[in-house]
């Protein structure tokens, strides 16, 4: 920090140089108030992750597809039960924009508010799907019947089926 001078001019009073001090700590409280809110608040936080995916028990071919999503990359899971169990992983970069907009869509309120698990997931083989959200030191998870609408959080489900589609639609 750079030291505050306000000395002794002739004919300034005391009191002038104490209010010169205080608007120098003013102005510098000030500064370093607008140095933190200059950061890039559209920054995606880095210590959190959006998973969405979905599996079939009794399938073949690739019946668990999952993917992850993170500030700039999305990581993808394939696993293939039948007929030789395999699993095909790898990452795509991802626009900033795109995980902002995942962010912005979660409502960690809602998500709370859900239990564990919703329905009966891949009962009678009719699939199972599941968002998870993981930011800092909270993780919520709900599982769901697959393809079923889920009010409360529904702009986030469409928006990470939307991507998940997208990117494993490109591979």
Known sequence: MVPVRCRHIPGLS??????????????????????????????PDADTSISSGFSFGECSGLCHQEVVFRSTIATYSLREWRPVPQEFEGEVLTPPEEFQELLAAVDMQALQALPNVLGCPDCADGGAEWIEVETGNTLKRVEFEYGVAIPSIQPLLDLVRARRAEILGGL
């Open 14 to 43: 005391s009191a002038a140089i104490s209010r010169c001090r205080s608007t120098a700590v003013v102005a510098w409280v000030i500064l370093l108030l607008a140095l933190v809110s200059c950061e890039d608040s559209t920054a």
